[in-house]
């Protein structure tokens, strides 16, 4: 099925490692320009040399800085010539228990996970509008954010915010033909999942836990994106995607 995304701009935080790789990778192999965003330069640039039906262009930017998140839109349209899409995906997750977290670390997970969220969806919100153009905005979050998880309070209230920060915008930018949906990953075997997957004990005990028997693999994210990104989706607004093989559905 064609996508429909040849030529379109895309933005993509988070996108040196991870589920933000592998959604730059799908959108850029259906056609899409990709701005792909994260703090590391050197990840960022092997990933624009590689060869898609589309481009991806690297752009180093701190998600802590609220300056440099805001300025994503106008580098995107700088070096993209439009932005159509937004995908929220860079967070952090830094676990510990919440009696002893330092209170300065809440304070950076929020500011990462929803404040840099919010401020580019405003950003972006405001480009659509005023290019009466439409859009899409795709947040990633988590099922930490529904279910919520013993030693990531700081995160999984981060995702639960992001999540009714999704069905809130969708409600209110509907009017301007902006869809906002939100993607809500369970267990993918990335980088930051090396422990469990590196560990034979560790893994069965997590895979027990999920319905499929097995972790996702990281790739398996990209097809949702792309229709989420897609005109296809057009009517699709306030959605909450869950994706993590049926462990959320059988609580």
């Known amino acids: 099925m064609d996508m429909q995304l040849k030529g379109r701009g895309v933005i993509v935080t988070g996108a040196s490692k991870g589920l933000g790789l592998e959604m730059a990778r799908a959108l850029a ?32 930017c701190d998600m802590r800085d609220r300056r440099q998140v805001a300025g994503l839109v106008e580098a995107a349209v700088d070096r993209l010539g439009r932005l159509d899409v937004v995908v929220n995906n860079a967070g952090i997750a830094p676990a510990a228990n919440f009696l002893e977290m330092d209170l300065a670390v809440y304070d950076e997970v ?18 659509f509008v005023g290019a009466g153009q439409g859009g899409r905005i795709i947040n990633v979050v988590s099922t930490s954010g529904i279910l919520g998880k013993a030693s990531l309070v700081a995160y999984s209230a981060s995702k639960g915010a992001a999540i ?36 034979p004990d560790v893994l069965a005990k997590r895979v027990r836990k ?21 005109p296809l989706s057009k009517f699709v607004s306030g959605a909450v995607y869950v994706i993590d093989g049926g462990e959320t559905a059988k609580q």
């Open 210 to 230: 999920i319905p499929a028997r097995r972790m996702a693999d990281p790739s398996e994210i990209g097809a949702l994106t792309c229709y989420l990104a897609s």
């Open 110 to 127: 929020m500011e990462v996970n929803v404040a840099a969220l919010a401020v580019l969806s405003q950003a972006a919100g405001r480009h």
């Open 164 to 199: 009714q920060m999704t069905k809130a915008l969708a409600a209110e930018w509907a009017r301007h033909d902006i869809q906002v949906n939100a993607i809500a990953p369970g267990a993918f075997a990335t980088e930051a999942q090396a422990y469990v997957t590196q560990n």
């Open 29 to 60: 192999a259906e056609g899409a320009d990709v701005l792909a965003v994260a703090r590391s330069a050197e990840s960022l640039e092997a990933l624009a040399a590689e060869e898609t039906a589309g481009s991806i262009h690297a752009h180093v």
